[in-house]
DNA sequence: CGTCTTTTTGAATACTGTCAATTTAAGTGG
DNA sequence: CCACTTAAATTGACAGTATTCAAAAAGACG
């Protein structure tokens, strides 16, 4: 995984008009967003990671629009028809599945720079639901273009499938803590996975702003809601983390790593 | 999932020798056997599932090689390079992750017909390990050769997103089972996708034998191998299966439906 | 035939889940 | 601005489930 720091966040927004692009609703232009991903903030972590600055280049031409999702919002639902991937530029979302019960298991925490909705290849319908847990901006990729764009220039054909087996790998890491954590190194390795991951956004390792409920955490770590809350006050009377509802503060970062890699006897 | 049954196994062994290949390996010729997938049995299940004829034949022509793998030995490791992916021909695998403190997570069992190796696309390492838990055959497909027709034919693209967009899909369901199951519904949830998948194959969807241990499969599912156990006890004195050792036979297939269904109050 | 692995089962323990009560925070509307 | 309602989080007590440890039985294999 990768540590490296990001320069702070300076969006790049490109209306547009300015591109000889206008598109109408309802009588009045609407100033479309278009984004490239070479003058994109998250171009290290997004989908551009490793690639070649020419095929950055190619992705350009595609001009992503991007699209606002409000708070509580769905990005798509589970069973949508399959059409489109998503970057998150800024943000947070949850991805969940519904049980055979009707329940709802949380799958995924996604970040700024994350790829979303690639369960859909498989089926063409999408098989989780994408709901943001702050106001949130993505780029909608469409996924036929992408594919064309991959069948005229071989170098771009590994970026869906890169992306994709980051998805197996990640889940990989998923099921190693369902099959055989604690609660404690669970929500440990929760909270080291986000550390890593906000630090690599450029933002503060050790105090974060936790934008999950206990409940979806619990779903996430299978574990229930109580058990959270219960391991988040173990963690804070062993002097490891601060905790004041969803404000994290890891006081004992080493403290954390050794909780998490403590074996169960 | 298909529910669709297959004819009965007619292995299709097309020596190299007639096709004008041969290899030699310290001094003395090899057959090495070749595949052509338009004749392969498993044509429905495997990489050709979904696939127009015409497309078929071009995998054809990279005629991949046949490699045996004897029980206990595998096919890969973690961390191995990553060059082939693997489409199993007969016999049964079990995937596997070693963790942090070197214990041993499996990750999935593998049956014929499936494609084993496709998490190294990721990192262009491995990152499970595939062992054969019984003397089986696998088909050797160069995953560059795969990505160089990709190239040439825009239709061949999906192949291997397909069948990544499966392995991710399938995982999600373990997460599912990991994340929100106790142990009555997990084992229950295990048998049914096992029987489900063998009926596919043409064998008995009802009477079976498993081809791993306690442990591996309390790995797989998340539970200790005492548990799994005393869950197929529980199973069989509830007259859902009659069980001897790996020997299964599934007495009451709806009754261990409505146990895998039944809610955790 | 003996050794090793696998499987089963019992008993005690540890952990997590369930239920319930309380507190805090966040809206909502008078 | 305050009372009211609702959602989220914390905590205790208890129940239930799975794990651990231990022992024995049954195969598998050389």
Redesign the interface.
């Known amino acids: 995984m990768s540590t490296a720091t990001l320069p702070a966040q300076t969006l790049h927004f490109v209306p547009a008009q300015s591109m000889g692009l206008r598109q109408y609703q309802s009588g009045k232009p609407v100033q479309v967003l278009k984004t490239h991903c070479s003058a994109c903030h998250l171009r290290e972590l997004c989908v551009p990671c490793g690639m070649a600055d020419d095929e950055v280049e190619q992705l350009d031409h595609m001009m992503f629009n991007r699209r606002k999702v409000r708070a509580g919002q769905t990005l798509y639902r589970e069973g949508d028809h399959f059409q489109y991937i998503y970057a998150l530029r800024s943000g947070t979302f949850k991805s969940s599945?519904t049980?055979?019960?009707g329940?709802e298991?949380v799958?995924s925490l996604n970040l700024a720079g994350e790829v979303m909705g690639?369960?859909?290849?498989?089926?063409g319908t999408h098989?989780?639901t994408a709901e943001a847990l702050e106001d949130s901006e993505v780029c909608a990729i469409p996924y036929a273009h992408l594919?064309?764009l991959?069948?005229a220039n071989?170098g771009m054909?590994?970026v869906?499938?890169?992306l994709?087996?980051?998805?197996?790998?990640r889940?990989?890491g998923?099921?190693?803590l369902?099959?055989?954590m604690n609660a404690e190194q669970r929500l440990a390795a929760f909270l080291l996975n986000l550390s890593q991951r906000l630090k690599a956004r450029g933002y503060s390792a050790t105090e974060f702003h936790l934008r999950m409920t206990r409940a979806d955490m619990g779903?996430?770590?299978?574990m229930k809601l109580e058990t959270v809350s219960r391991t988040f006050s173990v963690f804070q009377k062993k002097g490891l983390l601060e905790v004041d509802k969803r404000h994290i503060r890891i006081v004992d970062l080493d403290g954390l790593k050794r909780e998490f890699?403590a074996?169960m006897h």
Chains 1, 2 share one sequence.
């Open positions: 599945l049980m055979a019960d329940r298991q799958s690639l369960d859909g290849v498989a089926n098989a989780s594919t064309e991959a069948a071989s054909q590994h869906v499938t890169r994709m087996g980051r998805e197996i790998v889940e990989h998923l099921m190693m369902l099959g055989s779903s996430l770590l299978g890699e074996r």
